[in-house]
């Protein structure tokens, strides 16, 4: 995968709210991390490398997210 240039999560938001980034771009610009994972979800699902299963994979880390609030892990 090419490298990108990381931006800050606020920044992502911004970008996606004026429509410079779609969600493809936002995963992508996250960081080293998001791309492995986005990678492997996509496999695991058999989902195409698209905006849509971006969209699905943000979904999914914001689920793991809630799930480690409520845990207290984070």
Same mark, same amino acid.
């Given at each position: 995968?090419? =490298?990108?240039?990381?931006?800050?999560?606020? =920044?992502?938001?911004?970008?996606?709210?004026?429509?410079?980034?779609?969600?493809?771009?936002?995963?992508?610009?996250? %960081?080293?991390?998001?791309?492995?994972?986005?990678?492997?979800?996509?496999?695991?699902?058999?989902?195409?490398? %698209?905006?849509?299963?971006?969209?699905?994979?943000?979904?999914?880390?914001?689920?793991?997210?809630?799930?480690?609030? =409520?845990?207290?892990?984070?």
């Amino acid at each position: 995968m090419a =490298e990108n240039k990381f931006y800050p999560e606020d =920044e992502l938001v911004q970008k996606y709210l004026n429509d410079e980034f779609n969600m493809l771009d936002v995963v992508n610009h996250h %960081s080293d991390e998001w791309q492995n994972e986005y990678i492997d979800y996509c496999t695991v699902h058999q989902l195409d490398i %698209s905006p849509e299963s971006a969209e699905l994979f943000v979904d999914f880390k914001g689920e793991e997210f809630a799930a480690a609030l =409520e845990r207290g892990d984070v």
